[in-house]
């Protein structure tokens, strides 16, 4: 029997885009208009995500290994903010934070 020949590996032509162009191509990303601007908002599967996160819509830490939501406004992607799903949806319902004593009446 005679040994396999190699074959020769193809060449593969790639479109060169834009890095914007392909990130936004991406299923898991889409773009959203708000009141207060335009964002882009991308879904974190759980196996992506690898470290723990605060959501600053409940100001609770999004555990390694959970599915949740990073939004940022579409030309400022430093102010990206990794967010719950559920905080991202309700985050126009939220009334605003006041910061209380231990000693404040609750009303």
């Not at 959501?55 to 939004?71: L, N, R, S």
């Not at 102010?79 to 009303?107: D, F, M, Q």
Request: proline share 7%; net charge positive.
């Amino acid at each position: 029997m005679s040994p396999r020949k190699a074959k020769p590996k193809r060449k593969v032509k790639r479109d060169i885009t834009h890095d914007d162009e392909r990130e936004l191509s991406t299923s898991n990303e889409s773009i959203e208009e708000h009141d207060d601007g335009i964002f882009v908002v991308r879904k974190i599967s759980g196996s992506t995500s690898n470290k723990p996160y605060r959501c600053p819509g409940c100001d609770q830490v999004i555990p390694m290994a959970t599915p949740h939501t990073v939004a940022w406004l579409e030309h400022d992607q430093s102010g990206r903010r990794h967010w719950h799903n559920i905080c991202w949806s309700k985050r126009n319902l939220r009334k605003p934070k006041v910061e209380r004593t231990r000693s404040a009446p609750r009303y």
